[in-house]
């Protein structure tokens, strides 16, 4: 599993790996460059740099800016340039971060199934239709702890949708509205960088006009159809808002400009407190690039982590093939970043569906994406059960919205203090949440599926949530945010405030014995520490930070 505390060894490794398989490329478009500058070179100063190669004229231009916080541009040359020749070249230039292809990409749906069944097992599987009973995320009983919509400081939660096209106005839908731009008056009123995207965006036309797709009209439904209306299809995030980024077909440069105008949006949000942008909390992506290597697409696995920096995790899609993943490569689910949580398919009787990439290092959990039913474009009400990674992935993606209605103000204060920091948490309390499965040992990280109710019970287990009051307050002037896993298996991480630079934290047993003390140096303000607690016996223990230079005194 990607636990913070294995993370730099995956990262080594995944690095050693894709190096490697650095020379297999996937398709991409002839002649055209994808290229992230730093802060201090300039798109001019780039196409000046490579107006030749071995004394042909390249003809090098830009043809639009992708992202412009993340100073990404698109660029063509001419079809007859060696444009291996010319890559090497780009990279080699005063300037430049990253240099790669423009890849094509594909969507990850797979043909429908024209038989209806008779209820969503995904969300509770009675056994219907040969299934296994329970082989589900707990639906009914994570709807009994929220239903979703909005955090419990008020915050409208958001989840992304990057995909083909989408029925905005399907009357079983929760599509986000951009309120704060006016229609068709050709300003950007809410200055994100994006004129009259009142609907979201469309970055494959480069405009605001979205348009009808099945594809992903079924992906929204599983992340947030009206529950409990009486008719039609029950997301898993009743109340949640979808945001329609058109995005997922073409070439890799229309999925940077899709991920830059969500990132966009949330970034706008962080910085006007919520006044303007969305409070975006997860993406969902059911399209990638088969056997990509991210040594050759690195800009694409770059956006997650820039999502992830504004409190965004990703959930994404992987082959719809019986592939290693960590041998073959796949993109988005080779990508390293922490912020992406790769998507298995696992069918009613819990097992990974014949056709599903796998891999123990590169795809992380399984959930549902066999005979999924959910809402298609109509012009009254409809469904239909089509079956793919791309049906598993916005379970995850539907999950990650209804954790966050599930949590306490505690944690979204904190959350919107340290969004990239608080965004891992969450990661890490939905991994550590699955059903595991012998089925899935050795074929994705946390050999296991999905979990909804156990990612809201983990949710509920953050420190601040657990007092009535918002803060746990010890004699220095500590504050303890998090302790997960929760329960914890020898290791967990502990977060915390405090105002002195070095602590002790304290554990006492349920009779108020002092059962453990570690001391930690710190910085004043936020910390995260990993714990190694294999000395202590299995049980129930207090938690308590004291300045060290104090007596660690039972609670």
Request: hydrophobic fraction near 35%; proline fraction near 3%; aromatic fraction near 10%.
């Amino acid at each position: 599993m990607r636990f913070s505390g294995l993370f730099a060894i995956i990262i080594l490794i995944f690095s050693f790996h894709f190096t490697a398989l650095a020379q297999i490329e996937s398709p991409h478009v002839k002649g055209q460059f994808i290229v992230m500058i730093d802060k201090v070179g300039t798109i001019e100063s780039l196409l000046d740099q490579n107006q030749f190669i071995d004394n042909y004229i390249t003809d090098l231009s830009l043809i639009r800016k992708l992202s412009f916080s993340m100073n990404i541009f698109l660029l063509q040359a001419d079809s007859m340039v060696d444009e291996n020749a010319l890559l090497q070249q780009i990279r080699s230039s005063s300037g430049v971060t990253f240099a790669q292809f423009n890849h094509y990409m594909n969507s990850r749906s797979t043909v429908p199934n024209d038989t209806y069944f008779s209820s969503m097992w995904s969300l509770h599987n009675t056994g219907q239709s040969g299934g296994t009973p329970d082989a589900d995320i707990d639906a009914p009983e994570a709807w009994d702890i929220s239903t979703g919509g909005i955090t419990s400081t008020g915050d409208t939660i958001v989840v992304a949708v990057v995909d083909g096209g989408f029925q905005l106005t399907h009357p079983d839908l929760n599509f986000w509205k951009n309120y704060h731009e006016i229609p068709a008056n050709g300003i950007d009123d809410d200055g994100n960088g994006y004129i009259d995207d009142i609907n979201g965006w469309n970055a494959v036309s480069h405009s605001p006009s979205i348009g009808i797709n099945s594809h992903g009209t079924h992906v929204s439904g599983t992340i947030g159809a009206r529950g409990n209306s009486g008719t039609g299809t029950t997301g898993i995030s009743w109340n949640v808002k979808v945001m329609a980024v058109q995005g997922s077909t073409g070439t890799e440069s229309v999925a940077v400009e899709a991920y830059d105008y969500i990132l966009q949006t949330r970034r706008l949000y962080n910085q006007s407190g919520g006044v303007a942008g969305a409070f975006i909390v997860a993406t969902n992506s059911s399209f990638g690039v088969d056997q990509g290597q991210p040594a050759n697409l690195p800009i694409w696995c770059a956006m997650y982590d820039s999502l992830g920096s504004v409190g965004i995790l990703s959930a994404g899609a992987t082959a719809n093939q019986n592939w290693n993943i960590d041998v073959v490569g796949d993109i988005p689910t080779s990508c390293s970043s922490p912020y992406l949580i790769s998507v298995t398919n696992t069918t009613r009787n819990d097992i990974k569906y014949t056709s599903a990439g796998y891999g123990l290092t590169t795809i992380d959990i399984g959930a549902p994406g066999t005979s999924i039913y959910s809402t298609i474009p109509t012009s009254t009400w409809s469904m239909t059960n089509w079956t793919g990674t791309s049906m598993a992935t916005p379970h995850v993606a539907g999950t990650i919205g209804l954790m966050f209605a599930a949590a306490c103000p505690q944690f979204i204060q904190d959350y919107k203090m340290n969004p990239g920091s608080l965004a891992l948490i969450m990661r890490d309390y939905l991994l550590n949440a699955v059903d595991t499965l012998g089925t899935l040992t050795n074929l994705c990280a946390t050999g296991g599926r999905l979990n909804a109710f156990n990612s809201l019970q983990n949710v509920q287990s953050y420190t601040g949530c657990l007092n009535s009051s918002s803060e746990t307050m010890v004699s220095n002037n500590a504050v303890i945010h998090g302790l997960f896993p929760n329960p914890v298996n020898n290791q967990c991480e502990i977060e915390y405030t405090a105002a002195d630079h070095e602590i002790s934290i304290c554990f006492f047993d349920i009779t108020g014995k002092l059962c453990r003390k570690i001391s930690r140096f710190s910085n004043p303000g936020y910390n995260r520490h990993t714990l190694n607690l294999e000395e202590l016996s299995s049980g129930v223990y207090f938690v308590q930070i004291q300045s060290a230079s104090s007596v660690c005194h039972s609670i």
